[in-house]
């Protein structure tokens, strides 16, 4: 279903079409009727769009093909509200479900699932309620640093060196991902999300990243809009998602990848703090160990079931498909063809047809394949 709400706000944020449509998955026609509908209405300011309700919203982008709400059975909020507050929590689909059973006058109908999580979230927004955010099985995966690095230690001259712990959860289900880097650049943010997919075995619908420089830019207080930065948007539309980052100063966005470092933190972080890695191999086969053990253990959100088992059973069908191949990331350099017809790329050289001798060519690397290419035809 279409966030007219999102939309409207990254239209007066002055984004492209085609970044809209990357991240919302919305087609430019439907990116062009909010652009007429913000200058007919005069809607020129972010606190406009956060002070509309939802049935103004819908009012605003009826298409003639809409039920008018009263032809829908309503959604007794407060007792759905106040189901989802305490330890126990059943799921929105649950409230669903007992929703749909209740009663319904002749001609009137029962709201679908994804309209239903609408408004409860609605609800909870307008009103700023501490409810738990809703969450929807296979939509969002939410990522972050570890605030707390473990290390690995040289084991001829004990000199240690710090590693970075890369933190995935899937909200929905509480599954979580681990596994530790070097440094917290581009290739090592890209490369734990290709690893966080791959462990999942699917793609979520969005990927949630905390404000970390490697995922966007210019964090803004005012806006729930974000620049996601050109090399971290180039690989989430390899694998057809998008990131929507959290909002600065809004820590209800933060909850559940939050709750993912705090788990990992405890449970892998401090519990391997006592031993001693020789290399980063190792460190992340003891962290992959502990990893399964917080996934598979139960009993988890106040029942007899893990992680893992719940994952399994409502959220893993629900995720995008692996593409075939997977991301690998590319680096570009330029490099000169010296008279024996071979370029030096590192240490490595490389031999190339000797007609290229002489020339300046430009070097992707993409994995383990080179390509050298030239303006020679």
């Known amino acids: 279903m279409t966030d007219y709400r999102v939309l409207m706000l990254l239209v007066l944020e002055g984004r492209p079409y085609r970044e809209i449509v990357a991240r919302q998955g919305c087609s430019q026609r439907t990116i ?23 049935d103004e919203i819908d009012a605003l982008f009826t298409d003639g093909r809409k039920t008018v709400s009263g032809q829908f059975v309503p959604v007794d909020i407060d007792r759905v509200v106040a189901a989802r507050v305490g330890r126990s929590k059943p799921p929105l689909k649950v ?8 009663d319904a ?44 690095q473990m ?13 970075s712990i890369f933190v995935a959860s899937l909200p929905y289900s509480g599954l979580v991902f681990a596994r530790g880097y070097l440094n917290q650049k581009q290739a090592a943010w890209l490369d734990a999300h290709r690893r966080a997919f791959e462990y999942a075995g699917g793609v979520p619908l969005l990927v949630v990243p905390d404000n970390a420089s490697t995922a966007s830019n210019q964090i803004s207080k005012d806006s729930r809009a974000r620049d996601v930065n050109a090399s971290y948007a180039e690989f989430l539309q390899y694998y057809q998602t998008a990131a929507v980052p959290t909002r600065a100063a809004a820590p209800r966005d933060k909850g559940n990848v939050e709750a993912g470092v705090k ?37 988890f959100r106040g029942e007899n079931r893990s992680r893992a088992a719940w994952f399994t059973q409502t ?7 692996l593409p075939a191949q997977p991301w690998e990331p590319v680096t570009w350099r330029k490099a000169k063809v010296h008279r024996d017809w071979h370029i030096q790329i590192d240490t490595i050289k490389y031999s190339v047809p000797h007609e290229y001798a002489g020339l300046n060519v430009e070097v992707r690397n993409i994995g383990e394949m080179l390509d050298v290419i030239t303006g020679v035809c």
């Open 95 to 102: 409230l669903w479900a007992q929703y749909v059973e209740t």
């Open 32 to 54: 062009a009727k909010v652009r007429r509908v913000l200058d007919e209405q005069q809607i020129d300011d972010a606190s406009l769009v956060e002070a509309l309700t939802l």
């Open 263 to 299: 788990v990992v933190t405890h449970w892998v972080i401090q519990y391997l703090a006592g031993r001693v890695f020789a290399s980063l191999d190792d460190l992340n086969d003891a962290i992959s160990e502990r990893v399964e053990w917080i996934n598979d253990r139960t009993p």
């Open 151 to 163: 290390e690995i230690t040289d084991p001829i001259t004990r000199a240690t060196t710090a590693v």
């Open 105 to 148: 006058p002749p001609g009137v109908r029962h709201y679908g699932y994804e309209r239903f999580c609408q408004i409860v979230a609605e609800h909870v927004r307008s009103c700023d309620l501490t409810a738990p955010i809703v969450h929807v099985p296979g939509h969002t995966m939410q990522v972050d640093w570890a605030g707390t």
């Open 315 to 321: 959220e893993k069908a629900e995720l995008m498909p």
